[in-house]
């Protein structure tokens, strides 16, 4: 009886104790974000810490679909250019007149020597 | 409109260079040399109207133009579209160059017909000039549609499937090309009537 008696009442001032020193400590921490001095915590308020995990959780998650999002909006984005970049611009079609406009022009001038050569031999 | 690479069979890629050939050949026999600027111009038109596309319902569709090349140059088409056509799949990546043959085929022969036919029908009137460039407009993208066809065709695709999904496709541009052919020749034929003018197809007439 002597010796279960010091049991049974000194837990629950140390409990208080240790609440008043550590309840304060998961509010910062959560902040921090850090999980590594979750041991004490565990120990001592055992009932809060699956609520404050859920919660970080949540936020990873949260933060998860935020840039899943933004990730997928940079593909379509990227994939727009690449398709623009294959598409033929103003470039293209300034060269490719340029080239016709030479080829044509190079025959004229061929077709332009041969009739006069063929006039002054005549 | 375009045949990519490694569509046709090798056969038909052969037939259609050697085709194709041929009528250059033709187009090259029948030259005037002083008809060149004109054909240049025609030819620089056609290569570039394929990048010109309207927006049309969930796609875009672009002009292809044999009809008018056909009405202006005449025998010379053939040689334009191929010109037109070649540099297109080297600068646009449009169609291939092994497919090059067929493609050339697919819009050289609506526009000769187009040029053979416009001097037909095409009268003295400017009316009736308009109308017939219209018809021959809208017609040759018509006969351009159901050679495509035909020569998916012959790489096994299912003929009349490919050639309803073509034509349907082109129903909206043969409309809008019978009404540019039909502007063009319209102004044309007040402006610059002599550009218009017949282009021997036998040869006979305008050779020097």
């Known amino acids: ?122 | 409109m375009h045949i990519a690479d490694g569509v046709l069979p090798l056969s038909v890629s052969l037939a259609g260079y050697a085709l194709t050939a041929t009528g250059v050949g033709y187009s090259l026999r029948r030259l005037d040399s002083a008809d060149l600027p004109k054909i240049a111009v025609v030819t620089s038109s056609f290569f570039v109207a394929s990048l010109i596309h309207l927006p049309l319902g969930p796609t875009s569709v672009h002009l292809l133009l044999p009809g008018i090349v056909g009405a202006l140059l005449g025998p010379a088409a053939l040689l334009s579209i191929a010109i037109g056509l070649f540099l297109q799949s080297l600068l646009f990546q449009f169609g291939g160059l092994t497919a090059l043959g067929a493609n050339s085929l697919m819009m050289g022969v609506p526009a000769l017909l187009a040029g053979f036919v416009f001097q037909r029908i095409r009268g003295r009137t400017r009316t009736s000039n308009a109308l017939a460039g219209a018809v021959v407009s809208g017609g040759g993208v018509l006969l351009a549609g159901l050679l495509l066809a035909t020569l998916l065709a012959t790489a096994g695709e299912d003929f009349w499937g490919v050639a309803k999904l073509a034509l349907a496709a082109h129903v909206p541009v043969m409309l809008i090309e019978g009404c540019v052919g039909g502007c063009t020749i319209a102004f044309l034929f007040r402006v610059k009537p002599e550009m218009l003018a017949a282009r021997s197809f036998s040869g006979v007439g305008k050779k020097r």
């Open chain 1, 1 to 122: 009886m002597l010796r279960r008696l010091p049991y049974k009442v000194v837990p629950l001032p140390m409990l208080i104790l240790l609440l008043t020193v550590l309840v304060p400590l998961p509010a910062a921490q959560a902040e921090e974000e850090s999980s590594s001095s979750a041991p004490p915590t565990q120990m001592a308020a055992a009932g809060e810490q699956p609520g404050d995990c859920q919660a970080l959780v949540a936020q990873i998650d949260e933060q998860n679909r935020h840039l899943s999002q933004e990730l997928r909006q940079i593909k379509r984005e990227l994939a727009a250019l690449n398709q623009n970049l294959d598409k033929p611009g103003t470039k293209e079609a300034m060269a490719g007149i340029g080239y016709i406009l030479g080829l044509f022009g190079t025959a004229a001038l061929v077709a332009a020597r041969r009739r006069d050569r063929t006039s002054g031999a005549a």
